[in-house]
């Protein structure tokens, strides 16, 4: 088993141009799946922004990124990032989420989801965001 804590930032229309940058800066991959790519539009002028993205270096080095929706509350100083714990299993991640829920406020159940088996989104009770789910690959057909 094994678990990975990775930072996620979140943007407003900046999440694609910040993570091209962060490639450019430490090398390595970078994924993205579009909000258009998920199926997932609900404002037509941001179905070309992110609605996951990554940035994969040999170094080690790793950050996840996401436009946060316009209808959704963002403030840059309040809510700039999450803390994404991404696991091989449902059990081993439902047993972390189970812990962290403990005088968290749960903000999405841990249920399945369109893009992993396992998704989960809780504010625990330090005020850090979580989004945790079970790894996956992400298959665009």
């Known amino acids: ?3 990975n804590a990775v ?3 979140n943007f407003r229309g900046d999440a694609l ?3 091209t940058f962060y ?3 430490f090398g390595g991959d970078l994924a993205v799946v579009t909000y258009k790519d998920a199926g997932n539009v609900q404002e037509p002028s941001e179905a070309d922004q992110v609605m996951w993205g990554q940035v994969t270096a040999g170094s080690g080095f790793r950050v996840m ?3 946060v929706p ?3 509350p963002w403030n840059q100083g309040e809510n700039a990032f999450f803390l994404s714990l991404r696991g091989d299993t449902a059990e081993e991640v439902t047993a972390y989420w189970e812990k962290l829920s403990d005088g968290a406020t749960v903000v999405q159940s841990l249920g399945p989801a369109q893009w992993a088996p396992l998704y989960g989104m809780l504010k ?3 005020g850090v965001t979580w989004v945790v789910d079970v790894v996956s690959q992400y298959d665009a057909s």
């Open 65 to 67: 990124a996401y436009d």
């Open 17 to 19: 141009a910040a993570l």
């Open 23 to 25: 490639r450019s800066v």
């Open 70 to 72: 316009s209808r959704l």
């Open 1 to 3: 088993m094994s678990v």
């Open 7 to 9: 930072t996620h930032l």
């Open 124 to 126: 625990d009770r330090f």
